[in-house]
């Protein structure tokens, strides 16, 4: 195994942040080409504006200054809005024990989840709340209960920064678990120590 491969089982148990949605049919793919459109016809929204606010400047000054009170005032509620969104996305996200790499993910979850279904998880990193949005696709769930199952993701199509920034994470992480443990043992040894009679 070369690379990416031989780091795809490097894995942690950890405790992260999370959120995860159902993707219908097909959208993963469409995603990407949406937002690309969306903004592609915002732009151009922009540019007439503009266009149509430096023309009546010169013959109504005043419907110009009109014109950009109205689109500053519509910005700024598209702003308040998507900040809005994100607060109440970030309020969905719930902590979970997972099972983490750099290729995938395992968790338990309420929901049931049917295999090679695309999906988006949501990862909140501490200390800072580093945020990573990744497809992914179901490989497995299984039932623990009624309620309680299981979830195993692969990631799919994730970028390359993405993937160093999961990379660097698991061994940090795996690095402070490890100082952890040996400290613990330290500890334990030297209370050994004290204890054993003269």
Request: with cysteine.
């Amino acid at each position: 195994m070369q690379g990416l491969e031989r780091r795809r089982f490097f894995r942690i148990d950890d405790r992260l942040r999370l959120s995860v949605r159902r993707l219908p049919d097909d959208q993963g793919k469409a995603q990407s080409a949406g937002d690309l459109r969306s903004s592609d016809i915002m732009l151009e929204m922009d540019r007439r504006i503009a266009a149509i606010i430096n023309a009546a400047r010169v013959q109504a000054p005043a419907v110009a200054e009109l014109a950009e009170m109205l689109n500053r005032k519509l910005n700024h509620v598209i702003d308040t809005l998507e900040l809005r969104d994100e607060l109440a996305r970030r309020a969905a996200f719930r902590e979970h024990e997972v099972v983490l790499s750099a290729c995938g993910l395992g968790f338990e979850t309420r929901e049931r989840f049917e295999p090679d279904e695309r999906v988006v998880i949501e990862l909140l990193f501490s200390p800072d709340d580093t945020a990573l949005r990744i497809l992914g696709r179901v490989v497995r769930c299984a039932t623990q209960a009624e309620d309680r199952h299981l979830l195993f993701v692969d990631f799919v199509g994730i970028n390359p920064g993405d993937q160093e920034f999961l990379i660097q994470y698991i061994v940090r992480r795996q690095s402070a678990l490890l100082q952890q443990l040996r400290e613990e043992r330290e500890s334990a040894a030297r209370a050994e120590g004290r204890n054993e009679p003269e």
